[in-house]
């Protein structure tokens, strides 16, 4: 096949100076806002309601055309671009999911290629391969929207979004409308695949949490859009830049920085030769860790490569060296 | 400051007694023309009724009839729908309250005033009275175009936007094919309301049943006007149930 799925690795993005201000109101909607976007990265924008997030993403793909201010995508500046062109090479989820519910799945994340002048084997081949990314049976293809679940339709939305392999794409609460559950089904799917397709990621949403979780990097907004602080979680976490931003972390900031950390990247000590050890694997978090301490009313916890009794054992787990890592020792992310 | 806009509402009919529910209709409307046609044989016709009850005088004004209405809703689809789509398109509100305002104004004037009106304007004759019947159903159809346009989910429209279609990409794959059903509906009361309307075109020397009909009435023979009148009120049963099938089938699969 022509491309594959990581075809098209993501681009730069970088918004100068962007404003955007509505005729007969006193307050831009969006103030100045500049930032970069690395390629590759997930970045989340936050911000209470009506911050402006949402505009400012959507002045990306120039849904919404800014008053003034450059947006460059990959060293080019979109203002120059036709906007349906532009829009084709970034993919667009909303929280509303908005599958054309007359279109068959297949027909629904076909549109685009199909547009664009794909044969029909390959547009067949490539919504085969897209429904297997996000986890959809293949017979799914002929069925049509209101027989999915809703987080199944959001499934649907994310490849119809990376159907015609844009390097960038946009995501407005994505998971927002799903149940708990479901969401974090949706969002560890999410990660898992972008592990995978590598793309520049813009992502809003409301939840703090969610933010931490899904953000290579976030950026906390003031009303307007403006920054109030713009970096790692682990280092948000750590150190908030002002109240606003700290009001945001709320109650639980050290077990917030805990569960970002894995224990992959801890420093572990060597297994003690006592019998009848909590278990853990290396791929869960050191709040996890925590947590079975506390469950189990040990200060030691095994970690294992894999689940299972007979998994290889790589190290334990001191209270000690949770402790370490909250205060930002221990760790070597 | 928009015009006040109720559209018809699409179909559901099919939907609560199934496929097999679509054929009562025209085993009622078949049964109602045999009664008809038991009654006007049983009768003892003079020469005046015999000359206007008789099989080659009701096929050449049934055959007039539709004709007639076929034309009239061909011309009505083909100026409301895109003038409709215009309408929408343009998001203008002074456009949306013009059009609706002169649709309205259409079917405000009673049709055999608008018939007789245009007659003297014009003249007599079967393009008058196409002019006539035409004004008077495009109102349904724009109406039911702009109304169904507007009705699909902005949610859809900006996902569709958002995905790199163009406004009229947009038109065609999304909106109106989710507006079908809603259109449809207007183009079925159009039609029923042509059916209905188009004996008035014998007035001003049209043709169609109507001629009958005012035949029927003028010379006082209950038996010329009943049969002609049973005939148009079947064609207009008809029509609407074709109108029925036709949104049944053509409602997009998956809403």
């Not at chain 1, 924008?45 to 959507?58: D, Y």
């Not at chain 1, 990314?133 to 979004?161: F, I, K, N, T, W």
């Not at chain 1, 976030?218 to 908030?240: F, H, K, N």
Request: charged letters at 20%; hydrophobic letters at 45%.
């Amino acid at each position: 096949m022509p491309e594959s799925i990581t075809g098209r690795p993501g681009e730069t993005i970088e918004l100068t100076d962007v404003t955007k201000r509505y005729p007969g109101q006193a307050e831009p909607a969006v103030e100045a806002v500049s930032m970069v976007i690395p390629a590759g990265e997930v970045v989340v924008l936050v911000g209470p309601s009506g911050c402006g997030k949402t505009t400012t993403m959507k002045m990306i793909n120039r849904l919404i055309e800014p008053t003034s201010g450059t947006i460059t995508i990959g060293g080019t500046d979109v203002l120059t671009l036709d906007p349906d062109q532009h829009r084709r090479d970034i993919g667009y989820v909303i929280q509303q999911i908005g599958l054309f519910p007359h279109k068959r799945i297949e027909d629904n994340i076909g549109l685009l290629p199909k547009r664009l002048g794909w044969s029909r084997s390959r547009v067949r081949a490539r919504v085969a391969e897209l429904l297997e990314l996000v986890g959809l049976p293949a017979d799914y293809a002929r069925r049509y929207p209101r027989e999915l679940s809703g987080g199944q339709q959001q499934r649907v939305g994310v490849a119809r979004a990376l159907a015609a392999d844009p390097p960038v794409m946009l995501m407005d609460e994505p998971f927002g409308a799903t149940d708990p559950i479901t969401r974090d089904h949706l969002q560890n799917e999410f990660l898992r695949l972008q592990r995978e397709v590598r793309k520049t990621i813009v992502f809003v949403t409301h939840d703090f949490d969610e933010a931490l979780k899904m953000g290579d990097r976030i950026a906390v907004l003031r009303p307007r859009s403006v920054i109030a602080q713009y970096d790692t979680p682990e280092a948000i976490l750590a150190a908030p830049a002002d109240d606003y931003v700290a009001s945001f972390i709320g109650a639980g900031g050290q077990l917030k920085k805990l569960a970002l950390l894995r224990l992959r990247d801890v420093e572990l000590a060597p297994a003690p030769r006592v019998g009848g050890l909590p278990r853990i694997v290396v791929d869960a978090t050191v709040r996890d860790a925590l947590d079975l301490m506390l469950g189990e009313g040990s200060d030691v916890v095994l970690v294992t490569g894999d689940f299972g009794d007979d998994a290889e054992v790589l190290g334990s787990l001191h209270l000690q060296t949770v402790m370490g890592a909250a205060a930002g020792k221990a760790g070597n992310p | 400051m928009t015009a006040p806009v109720t559209a018809q509402r699409p179909a559901r009919a099919a939907r609560g007694t199934g496929r097999a529910g679509l054929l009562v209709r025209p085993a009622l409307i078949g049964a109602g023309l045999l009664v008809l046609w038991w009654w006007a044989g049983s009768q003892q016709l003079d020469s005046i009724e015999a000359r206007n009850v008789n099989g080659e005088v009701i096929g050449s004004q049934v055959l007039e009839h539709v004709e007639l209405t076929l034309i009239c809703t061909a011309l009505t689809i083909a100026i409301a729908i895109p003038l409709g789509i215009a309408v929408s398109l343009s998001r203008s509100r002074a456009g949306r309250l013009v059009v609706l305002s002169l649709g309205n104004l259409g079917q405000a004037i009673p049709s055999i005033g608008l018939i007789v009106l245009l007659a003297l304007v014009i003249s007599i004759g079967v393009g008058t009275a196409v002019i006539a019947l035409v004004a008077y159903a495009v109102l349904p159809v724009l109406r039911n175009t702009m109304v169904g346009i507007e009705g699909v989910d902005p949610v859809l429209t900006e996902a569709a936007r958002g995905m790199g279609l163009s406004r009229l990409a947009v038109l065609f794959t999304v909106e109106l094919p989710l507006a079908v059903p809603v259109i449809l509906a207007g183009v079925r009361t159009a039609l029923v309301l042509t059916v209905a309307s188009a004996p008035l075109a014998a007035l001003i020397d049209g043709g169609g049943l109507g001629e009958g009909l005012f035949t029927g009435l003028t010379l006082n023979r209950p038996v010329i006007s009943v049969t002609f009148g049973v005939l148009v009120a079947a064609l207009a049963l008809l029509a609407d149930w074709l109108g029925l099938l036709a949104e049944t089938s053509l409602r997009p699969k998956g809403i």
